[in-house]
């Protein structure tokens, strides 16, 4: 079981910078991939960015390449994304998600889940 909380969001103007957080419990984060994904009102939950478990791989969306950028320290049990050049078209609900293997861009692929935190980019 993991358990998963996010935190750093919040209100910045268009151009501006964030560094999300997501804390995991559990001894066995190490094995787990770690997928980030956002969900704007009205819409589909869509992925980010993954990064594997050992942080060698990532992968990210082509709406997010270039500006947002995903780690991980297994020792303090965290991932990271720090978003930077903030666009309006950002906002949304940024939800960080865990499962066993490899890193996958599909919400159902993922076990575990955070509730998630709130990003507005104003313009």
């Known amino acids: 079981q993991v358990q998963l909380v996010e935190s750093g969001g919040g209100l910045v103007q268009a151009g501006g910078s964030l560094r999300l957080s997501c804390a995991a419990s559990?001894?066995?984060?190490?094995?787990?991939?770690m997928g980030w994904f956002r969900q704007a009102p009205g819409k589909e939950r869509e992925f980010v960015t993954a990064v594997s478990w050992s942080g060698g791989n990532t992968y990210y969306a082509d709406s997010v390449k270039g500006r947002f950028t995903a780690s991980r320290d297994n020792a303090k049990n965290t991932v990271y994304l720090q978003i930077n050049s903030l666009k309006p078209e950002d906002t949304a609900v940024y939800y960080c998600?865990?499962?066993?293997?490899?890193?996958?861009?599909?919400?159902?692929?993922?076990?575990?889940w955070g509730q998630g935190t709130q990003v507005t980019v104003s313009s």
């Open positions: 559990g001894r066995t984060f190490r094995s787990y991939a």
């Open positions: 998600a865990a499962r066993l293997g490899t890193i996958a861009t599909n919400p159902p692929a993922y076990d575990y």
